[in-house]
């Protein structure tokens, strides 16, 4: 993701699947992004996606590479997560089922 994402303040869907990427960059300019899809890209790590993506309601990061999903607990806006068919080992944490806004999620093919 480059900086011409800040061209798109008012974007609030955005499909950045098989992009071929592993970081999110420049998001933060988006702050009516409302739903963003990540599916099969080359996420490892969601660690730093609360400061890129604090209002996102809905995350879909299937397909990727995670093996842990420490961080998105701190997206409080986060209503639901497809994060089926990725390496995590565990069950969705019990501290992301406690944001405020938690509907639903999906887990399928996690290990």
Do not use: K
Request: glycine share 4%; hydrophobic share 45%; charged share 25%.
């Amino acid at each position: 993701m480059d900086a011409s994402l800040a061209l798109l303040p008012a974007v609030q869907i955005l499909n950045l699947s098989r992009a071929c990427i592993d970081a999110v960059e420049h998001a933060e300019r988006c702050v009516r992004l409302d739903c963003l899809n990540l599916s099969f890209n080359r996420f490892r790590c969601v660690r730093s996606l609360p400061t890129r993506l604090g209002a996102v309601r809905r995350l879909v990061l299937r397909g990727n590479e995670l093996e842990s999903t420490v961080g998105l607990e701190r997206l409080y806006a986060l209503e639901g997560i497809d994060l089926a068919s990725n390496l995590i080992i565990c069950a969705l944490p019990p501290a992301l089922r406690r944001t405020p806004r938690w509907r639903t999620s999906r887990l399928s093919g996690i290990h």
